[in-house]
């Protein structure tokens, strides 16, 4: 079998996992819309755009600059090797995705908002020293083929003591919902072919903060910081988020802007499954998701 094959099988395993992780969104979706269902939306509100919108849909283009460092342990073998996927096994550093987001002013002071992305990389390698992943033990001169899924979900929910004609300031609560889908197949001459892989979601929640200003009546500024290390069930280690918009406000129905994002995860995650379903590995992740993005708003 070449690295074509291998490919192969990864994309065949990936489609599987595709299906489940589906269903983390599905789940996802709908505890936010039970959550909107449940408020009631205050018609006052509208006297605070164009400081707020009281509901809007953007879609974005954003260039993501990624830095992604794995460990994969395992009882059998013990500690993996500690793999920087760009630097290491050719993964792009860099990509332009799409992105998807909308916000929902429930009511003067409280708002909510979900921000999506969905980020696909795969790479060919050889293996220029020897490498444990997981279960396996990667030889030397081995042909890699990585394949690597991340989807990430941003809802945040922002209390605003704060609202005055020209700015407000809040703080809340947010979770960074991450879909993780990594598969390493290796291959080599003699001594034949292998493989593992992590196919994981990690709910990582955060402290939020956010201030927006109005500078004139057709700019608005936003910016927003979310932080918090925990350990929670088997997963432990910190999350922070960063966010910077400015946008021009076209008439009561569009608006027109840029942003920078910024996303970094240090954590440890336990009792990962095997192929039977036995909790055999840990995964030790250091991950940065940064990006640039332009964006079209709709307001309502």
């Known amino acids: ?32 819309m039970v959550f909107m269902a449940a408020a009631t939306p205050v018609q006052a509100q509208r006297e605070f755009e164009p400081l707020f919108d009281k509901f809007n849909f953007s879609v974005q283009g954003s260039w993501v600059k990624l830095s992604t460092e794995i460990g994969l342990d395992s009882e059998t073998l013990g ?13 792009s550093s860099s990509e332009a995705v799409p992105t998807i987001a909308f916000e929902w002013q429930i009511a003067r002071k409280h708002r909510l908002a979900v921000r999506w992305q969905d980020i696909k990389r795969d790479s060919t390698a050889q293996a220029l020293t020897e490498i444990q992943w997981g279960d396996e033990t990667i030889p030397v001169d081995a042909g890699i ?48 072919e292998g493989g593992d892989k992590i196919d994981q979601a990690a709910p990582l929640p955060y402290i939020y903060f956010e201030y927006r200003r109005m500078f004139s009546e057709n700019w608005r500024f936003i910016a927003g910081l979310g932080w918090l290390s925990l350990t929670f069930d088997d997963i432990s280690g910190g999350n922070y988020v ?18 920078i ?25 250091d991950m940065s998701v940064n990006d640039v993005s332009l964006f079209v708003r709709v307001r309502f």
């Open 242 to 259: 960063g966010r910077a918009s400015i946008e021009y406000l076209a008439g009561k129905r569009w608006s027109f802007g840029g942003a």
């Open 145 to 192: 083929t990585l394949a690597f899924d991340l989807t990430q979900y941003f809802i945040d929910y922002t209390y605003y003591p704060w609202v005055k004609e020209k700015w407000a300031a809040g703080f809340g609560l947010g979770i960074r919902w991450i879909d993780l889908y990594a598969e390493l197949a290796w291959r080599e001459e003699t001594l034949g």
């Open 1 to 32: 079998m070449n690295n074509y094959a291998i490919t192969a099988v990864a994309r065949g395993h990936k489609e599987e996992a595709m299906l489940l992780r589906s269903r983390s969104a599905v789940v996802l979706v709908a505890l936010a």
């Open 261 to 285: 994002n910024l996303a970094n995860t240090n954590v440890d995650i336990d009792n990962i499954e095997d192929a039977e379903g036995n909790p055999e590995f840990a995964a030790r992740i």
């Open 79 to 91: 500690t993996g090797t500690t793999l920087k996927f760009e630097d290491d096994l050719g993964l």
